[in-house]
């Protein structure tokens, strides 16, 4: 029997759940992706993302001809595409990993009836997750709201049953592979439709496998070093995860070694923990579709946002990096020139565009789902929604960012703010995080002039403050 594994968002051929089903139940298994126009079409002509994914695929393809196989690459609807190509290769099943975004698994609902329709089969398995929205409960069989009791049982649960580790090994059933008709046709990023240009990080399971063996090599102090921007210590494996070209089981298990044998030091452990938040907020969006445009908290919509031309403006100083305050600045560049950004700094500008700014978190969250390399629906609505406390889990609205203060705990030298912020370059760690409080005559001396070379800031933080405790009283008096 033939079948037809589909890549989406797991572009890898090492432990993969959809490949390693199709190579052990059928005798010619064929791979395809597609570029999904409906997606692709919007996006600008120098997408970050689509440079990832074109060298990915390029990778991907790579791969599987070293296994004596090959990727069929197409353009289109998927909805059109893939029950076309599963009927010219006579396919009796398609394979794919499960997608838990709520478009996603509408589209593949759709796909499931078209194959059915036509006497084929649909088979959608758990891959990018290690445990999905069922398989984490409450003792009363309920979902978890809140992450540590959540992470206890996750972690109670992988103890039981450490098989859910286990590789899908894909090389030794290589022989049931479809052997490539000749060499590799891909079409090039100018045959998309896209400008030429490199990916924004190594890309591909190698580009994966090289970041995580730096990683590993600095886990151990991962627990301390990941709040400071300037050590640039975390893993930027969060691309990689967001387009399957590593495996969150490899991750997980690798990192539960290093706890397990000490080797990791402290810092395995909390990188574990965040592991898990992955897994939290894609249970959240799986059973709570709603959150994609509504407060997780029902009571939190009565939220009054600032609107018109002023809140306008104000929104375009926050996505241009014009607002001021030199932290929420320069993690505003980092993200318009990269498509980057630190967590911590995820943090302090989402607060500082719901608390300070007072604006909807929805325009914030879309703006990021725009420019961030790893944007993914369920993380990026998860942090968002805990930075603006309207979501699970989330910081408590009374606690409020100050971005001053937030920017002398964790950038104390001012190093990230003059990577990101030419303009202050010369100014010294005293006078970098609140350079309004620096006489005109020592900035001048250094250079700059506020409201020509930096601006003054748009809000006043304490007043801002008083504003968003105002805003949140309809909360406080609705829960
Ligand atoms: P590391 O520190 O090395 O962490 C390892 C992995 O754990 C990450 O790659 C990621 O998969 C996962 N992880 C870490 N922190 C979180 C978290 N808070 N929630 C969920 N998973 C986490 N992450 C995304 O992958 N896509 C997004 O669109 C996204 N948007 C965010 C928006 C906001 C407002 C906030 C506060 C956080 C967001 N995050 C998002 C989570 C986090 O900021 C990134 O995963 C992290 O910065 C990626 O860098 P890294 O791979 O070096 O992380």
Redesign the pocket.
Known sequence: SNSLVWFRRDLRAFDHAALHRALTTSNCVYCVFVYDRDILDPLPRDDRRVRFIHASIASLDAELRRLGAYLIVRQGRPLDVIPALAAELEADAVLVGSDYEPDAVERDARMNARLEADGRKFFSLKDQVIFEKEEVLTLAKGPFSVFTPYKNAWLKRLAAMPETLASYPVDQYADAFAPPPGPPALPSLEELGFEPGEPPLPAGMEGAEELFER?VGHIAD?GRA?DFPSEN??????????FGTTS?RH?VRTAQQMVVTGAGGPGASV?LS??I??D??SMILARNPHVVTRSFKPAFDALAWESGEEADALFAAWCEGRTGYPLVDAAMAQLNQTG?????L??V??SFLTKDLGIDWRR??RY??LK?N???????????Q??ASTGCDAQPWFRIFNPVSQSLRFDGQGEFIREWVPALERLGAKEIHAPWLVGDAVLAEKGVVLGRDYPLPVVEHDQARKKTLERFSVVKKAV
């Open positions: 990683f991962y990941r210590c975390t893993s930027r494996l969060s691309t990689h995860l967001r969150i991750l990188w965040e592991l938040w992955r939290f907020y980057f950004m630190h967590n911590r995820r943090m500008t989402a914030g969250e990021f789902a961030l790893d944007y993914e629906l369920a993380s990026n609505n998860g942090g968002w805990w930075a």
